[in-house]
């Protein structure tokens, strides 16, 4: 199990931009073995997978943010990032990271939330028009 905590969340406007940080607690060698993922929740929804990244790098984004969010990790750092672009009131909503031992490789890209043992604590973004 790994502590994770998320920053970069607040407020812009419409085309704007924000950075989410999600980074160990403390420092673990074995970062670089965990899939993982962002998923957004907004009231009354159900949490939505937005992008994942597995152990050897690979990528998804769902098709909401494909183009516009990108998921990256330094694994030196234990942090995991999601620089997030032309951003829309669409994008509101609370951001969690997550991570798993589960999956590596490719299996780690059609992870869902049921599958991710660690999580953050949230960080919210706010898209006003």
């Known amino acids: 199990q790994v502590q994770l905590v998320e920053s970069g969340g607040g407020s812009v406007q419409g085309g704007g931009s924000l950075r989410l940080s999600c980074a160990a607690s403390e420092y673990t060698a074995t970062w670089s073995t965990y899939c993982m993922a962002w998923f957004r929740q907004a009231p009354g929804k159900e949490r939505q997978k937005v992008a994942g990244?597995?152990?050897?790098?690979?990528?998804w984004y769902a098709n909401p943010v494909k183009g516009r969010f990108s998921i990256s990790k330094d694994d030196a750092k234990n942090t995991l990032y999601l620089q997030m672009n032309s951003l829309t009131p669409e994008d509101t909503a609370m951001y969690y990271c997550?991570?798993?031992?589960?999956?590596?490789?490719?299996?780690?890209?059609?992870?869902?939330?049921?599958?991710?043992?660690?999580w953050g604590q949230g960080t919210q973004v706010t898209v006003s028009p």
């Open positions: 990244i597995s152990t050897d790098n690979r990528t």
């Open positions: 997550a991570a798993t031992k589960r999956f590596k490789g490719q299996y780690c890209l059609i992870a869902g939330h049921r599958d991710f043992d660690d």
